[in-house]
C-alpha cells in the first residue's frame, strides 16, 4: 500500500470524484509543483541534447514528428510527482489503501510537433487501452500543453462501454488482445467512425460532440492538456490514442500505472 504521506485537503470537489466514475477521466489541477515540473523538463533537455544531438532553441534538431526515447538521467528523479496532493486525490478516486504506487518511475511521451502542415485528426489514430483493465493511469505534465498540441487523446466514457462489452465475450477472448481490441473497436457505431473503420465526413468535428448510444451511456473525446504540475487520472480501461501535434514545442508527459490492491 501506498505511503501515508501526510493528510492533504482533498484536492477533487464532489463532483469532480462523481465525474471520474462516470467517465473515466479527471484532470488535477496542481497536482504536484509547478517548479518540479520544469526541473524535470529541463533534465530532459540536458539529456536529450547530450545522446540525440537536439537543441533546446534549434527546432531544426527536433526530428519532427519523432519520439525521444533512452532517458534514464530522470528515472530516480520523476518521482517527485508523488506527493500529498496526488496521493489524497488517488485516495478520493480509489479509495484509501486501496492502491499503491509503482515500486519503478520514469515512463515518459516526449515528442516535438509534426511536420507542418499538421492537420489534427481523430481518427484512425490506434485508439487502445493499456493492460491490466484494473486500476489507474496517470499522465503528468512535465510542460504546458495547449490543446492539439500532442496532449494524449482520451475517450470519455469508453472503459464503461468496454466493460459491459467484455462482460459478453468469451474468457479466452483475453489472451488475445490484439484481436480483442479490433473486435471491440468494430463493435459500437461511434468507435467504428473513431477507429477509421467507417467514414466520417469532417474530421475532426464529426467526432467531437459528445456521443450518447442506444444504451444511455455517454461518449466524449478529450484530450490531456493543462499545465505544468498537472496531472491527469485515468480508468487504465479507457481508451486512448496519441495526438498530432500541432503546436511549436516538444511535449513532455509523464506515464504511469496505478496499481489497485482490492
Known sequence: MHAQENKATAPLAEAEVARYHQTGVVRVAEAFPRDTALELQEILWRDAERRLGVGKTDPGTWSAGNYWT???SVRSLTARV???????ALDQLLGPNQWQYPKKWGGLLISPPDPPPARWTLTDRFWHWDPPLEGAVIFSLLSDIAPRCGGTLLLEGSSRVLHDWLSQR????????????N????SHPFLRRLSGRDRVDNDPEDLLAPHVDEQGRRLRVAEVSGHAGDVFVIHSSLLHARAVHTGSTPRFLGIEHIATTN
Open 82 to 88: 508523488k506527493g500529498p496532493r496526488l496521493t489524497a
Open 170 to 181: 468469451p474468457s479466452d477472448h483475453v489472451r488475445k488482445p490484439r484481436r480483442l481490441r
Open 70 to 72: 533512452g532517458f534514464k
Open 183 to 186: 473486435e471491440f473497436l468494430a
